[in-house]
């Protein structure tokens, strides 16, 4: 069932016990939308707790810094930012009911009892902003800090397509409320390990164009990872370094997996990535999506970029 | 003189025969600031034109997409976002007294008749979004794109640690005005040109660290250059790599001049850039600072590294 911005906030004031899920390999939105909403109702006397199939990357470490989670069994699940309940990861099978799905992937698949969804924000914590005024919560700097940092990840920065007037409204907002804007984006995107930087230059290397320069395609490979001693929160953006490249319309990375290969697909506005990776049962955004493709690197290739090529022999014509 | 808005705004409105003085090597704020007031008093039928002592960068062609510059005797010159005469390059000889300089840099040495300063401001660009409503002209979606570009530019994409709440208010404003944000966003920051790319890995291949990884100090050689194809254009931002590494207070970048080096110099809160800068003649901002340094690489760099060495003793004292 959908609901509206006043139902869902209904449905959170009401609710007890509150189990709140980030999607596996957390980035800033999900995690911050968590956070925001755990503080917010934390606030309100309830036992709130936050869970994640993986583990929290240390670069959002500062979310944790007053947190402190209860024991209890949950008596209300809600799923944050998560697309398709797979994407809970091992937390999938603990949780078979999820009461609450708040979201703005406009792919998500419907799994929860009850559903807030807006794929016309930017990122799941501009909702989550609109969530607690409704509540009326009080935002406090903290708060300001977690839904700042899931606005800018999910905007890169506000650089995204997906960022509209409103979205620099909340910023300016949040900015106001409190939230260290310069020092959540030298944190988020201003700094890089060694090993990040060396990983970069490794990968870069294996960069590859096809399609007349329209697809570029990079290989992230456990060796990358081994040589360089890059950790998966090291490589967060890299996926994003193909499509930057003048003339590119689809940047295609490869990150290998033991089973096969994580793909990640940035595009233009000419090609919609989404409706590519849904042919291997992934998803996501037009310009930003995701799948797994299982086999060796030669075959994958292969796959993706016959997959990827009808999208570009289209996208050639009305230019 | 120091003027106010409404001040400035009566010299404008006053003014005919305008010129438009943008600083040598032209940023995103120069020529947003320029092209906004070009076309906002072209609007009211004065004769306006923009000039620079260096050729406009290819990706702010857009900005001249309506511009026609007629040839008239400037009888009013004004230099924008030029924080010292200098700046001017071959301009400044052409034009010894500048009627008015609007520029938010707190090393302005004041070498206008007039001047509107306000160091507080993320960019001259919003000094000049002020300047048009204090005018009480209409802000065309055109000019909402270059006050845009120059706001965006100059915070880093709204990076930075001078971006405030108004700063993105404005950007709000300037969106619902009809500004491309994510056109321009693409458009500056996220295309690079395959010589860039080669450029960025040649640079990368020259870091070096000092003071125990306190410092990274990058080199931009001429030989570089002439290997990678690229263009100085294809070089901006290249400055802001070293200070991406973590651990790293202060970077520095040290582009080979044909007399010289041309030295940027970038810091996290811990440092003044523009302090260390200032002892070579150079300025700017306490985190992007620049100088000129004559010399061969290596003695241009032990200068600087002594220079850098006390303000980066000091800073590890409180820590």
């Known amino acids: 069932m959908d609901l509206n911005m006043v139902q869902a906030a209904r449905l959170l004031l009401d609710a007890q016990d509150i189990l709140l899920l980030a999607h596996r390999s957390p980035d800033g939105d999900t995690l ?4 925001a909403l755990y503080y917010a109702l934390q606030g309100l006397g309830k036992r709130v707790r936050v869970e994640c199939a993986d583990r929290f990357p240390k670069k959002y470490d500062y ?3 007053d947190a402190s989670f209860p024991a209890f069994e949950p008596r209300f699940i809600a799923a944050v930012d998560v697309a398709d309940r797979k994407l809970l990861g091992e937390k999938d099978a603990c949780y078979p ?3 609450l799905c708040i979201d703005h992937h406009p792919t998500n698949t419907g799994y929860a009892a009850a559903r807030l969804l807006d794929p016309t924000q930017a990122a799941t914590a501009q909702l989550c902003f609109s969530l607690l005024r409704e509540m009326q919560l009080p935002i406090t700097p903290r708060i300001a800090d977690c839904l700042f940092t899931g606005i800018t990840t999910d905007t890169g920065g506000f650089r995204f397509s997906n960022v509209t007037a409103q979205t620099h409204r909340t910023a300016a907002e949040l900015i106001s409320l409190g939230a260290d804007a310069a020092g959540i984006n030298t944190r988020m995107f201003e700094t890089k390990s060694r090993s990040r930087l060396e990983a970069e230059r490794l990968v870069m290397e294996t960069l590859e164009y096809h399609f007349d320069g329209r697809c570029a395609l990079i290989h992230i490979s456990q ?3 081994a040589r360089s001693g890059a950790a998966e929160e090291d490589l967060e953006g890299v996926a994003g370094l193909p499509r930057q490249i003048e003339g590119v319309w689809l940047g295609i990375t490869l990150n ?5 290969y994580k793909i990640s697909m940035r595009s233009g ?12 049962g992934g998803g996501g955004h037009k310009r930003a999506a995701g799948c797994m493709v299982e086999g060796g690197f030669a075959a994958v290739r ?11 022999e289209a996208a050639q014509e009305p230019s």
């Open 97 to 99: 009911v999820i009461n």
């Open 63 to 65: 979310f944790l810094q």
């Open 32 to 35: 911050g939308s968590c956070f």
């Open 256 to 260: 290998e997996r033991p089973d096969g």
């Open 269 to 280: 506005a000419l090609i919609n990535a989404s409706e590519i990776c849904a042919q291997f």
């Open 223 to 225: 060796e990358i990872r």
């Open 302 to 312: 292969a796959q993706l970029l016959a997959a990827a090529a009808p999208f570009i």
